[in-house]
């Protein structure tokens, strides 16, 4: 197992909804809130043990609170829409910096595939599936 690398300093943008990763390495990552919102490691957005997070949308416009150090290996990002639950580990922020293109296409063909917004959680009607009736005898 490799050992992710942690972070030298953090910044929070809150004009921009951004959180500035600095690496040893030189290094900048600018992650969007909204971003870490939909992709946080919570049970909320991961479920038990799921392949995928669960689609999330209207985040939009989150921002973040406070940042908090848990140990030597994480930091809570308390988000203004109250969430708080997921532990940010040095391993989950380096994988969502260095994925976070692939990822956030990914997010973004899932709410169109859902007719999602990012500006709206709520599921548009249209978009489940359709329920076929029995034919009748």
């Given at each position: 197992m490799t050992t992710a690398p942690k972070p030298t300093g953090f910044k929070l943008r809150k004009q921009s909804r951004t959180l500035?990763?600095?690496?040893?390495?030189?290094?900048?990552?600018?992650?969007?809130?909204?971003?870490l919102r939909v992709f946080s490691p919570s049970a909320e957005v991961w479920g038990h043990g799921q392949a995928e997070p669960?689609?999330?949308?209207?985040?939009r416009?989150?921002?973040v609170d406070a940042i908090e150090p848990v140990g030597q290996y994480a930091v809570r990002l308390r988000f203004s829409?109250?969430?708080?639950t997921g532990l940010f580990s040095w391993q989950v922020l380096h994988d969502l910096a260095t994925n976070h293109a692939r990822y956030w296409a990914t997010?973004?063909?899932r709410l169109a595939d859902?007719?999602?917004?990012?500006?709206?959680?709520?599921v548009k009607l249209a978009a489940l599936p359709k329920m076929h009736r029995p034919a009748k005898p």
């Open positions: 500035e990763l600095r690496y040893a390495d030189g290094s900048i990552h600018e992650l969007p809130l909204e971003y669960n689609l999330i949308g209207g985040k416009e989150v921002g829409d109250g969430h708080d997010y973004l063909q859902m007719n999602m917004s990012r500006d709206s959680d709520i």
